[in-house]
């Protein structure tokens, strides 16, 4: 077995471990540098070495995975399951919110209020408007700030997952209008909210079955950093 020391953590890679899956906020990088540790890309580059792949399972967008520098992985499992892809861009698995459910959505801000919402698409992400709760969560996750564009823009678009800035107990009315989407809320700011399904663990199932990889050969890192 090996043992790595892991954002001040220590973890144990047994011998038969082929892939390892890392989280990036909190877990491979700290909410306080905003950087990977040295003791990390260390790690890692061990775990390269022994010939196990490494690969990335995180809520984020693509395109907003802007902290881990110039490591590389063998695959990325993005929006909370929802976007995979081997390599650098070979897509390997999408799923989508349902169209009814983001009409709903605009109905439900135009009728009962808004709330600062993000849309993820394929390529892109817009907000309908910002407050200082965004502009905090933005910040403690050195998230690049998205632009901002009228609600009605998301029409005819394919969004796999929002992240929507209300509270808990707003969840539960709001929800109900999602039918078809569930919350994966980590933060009492906002939530990720992605299509019924959906999640880190069916995104990694489709990644090793790609890799032809067994769910017995895998570890996943869940380690908060300091």
């Avoid at 690969?55 to 110039?70: E, P, Q, V, Y």
Wanted: glycine share 6%.
């Amino acid at each position: 077995e090996i043992r790595l020391s892991l954002v001040g953590s220590e973890m144990c890679i047994r011998d038969r471990i082929k892939a390892v899956f890392f989280d990036i906020d909190g877990t491979l990088v700290s909410f306080k540098t905003h950087v990977v540790p040295k003791s990390t890309l260390h790690a890692i580059e061990l775990l390269k070495k022994k010939g196990i792949k490494v690969f990335i399972a995180t809520g984020r967008h693509r395109r907003s995975i802007n902290n881990l520098g110039d490591l590389e992985f063998d695959g990325y499992v993005t929006l909370n399951g929802g976007y995979v892809f081997a390599g650098k861009d070979d897509v390997i698995y999408k799923h989508s919110i349902p169209d009814k459910d983001i009409e709903a959505l605009v109905r439900y801000q135009e009728k009962e209020g808004e709330f600062p919402c993000a849309f993820v698409q394929e390529d892109e992400i817009f907000m309908n408007y910002t407050d200082k709760a965004v502009n905090d969560v933005f910040h403690l996750l050195n998230f690049p700030a998205p632009p901002i564009r009228p609600i009605e823009d998301i029409y005819g678009k394919t969004v796999y997952q929002l992240i929507a800035f209300f509270t808990a107990e707003q969840e539960k009315r709001i929800m109900k209008v999602l039918s078809h989407c569930e919350s994966t809320r980590w933060n009492p700011l906002f939530t990720d909210i992605v299509p019924l399904g959906s999640s880190k663990r069916v995104g990694i199932d489709k990644m090793l079955e790609h890799y032809h990889i067994g769910l017995d050969a895998v570890s996943y890192t869940h380690l908060r950093a300091h």
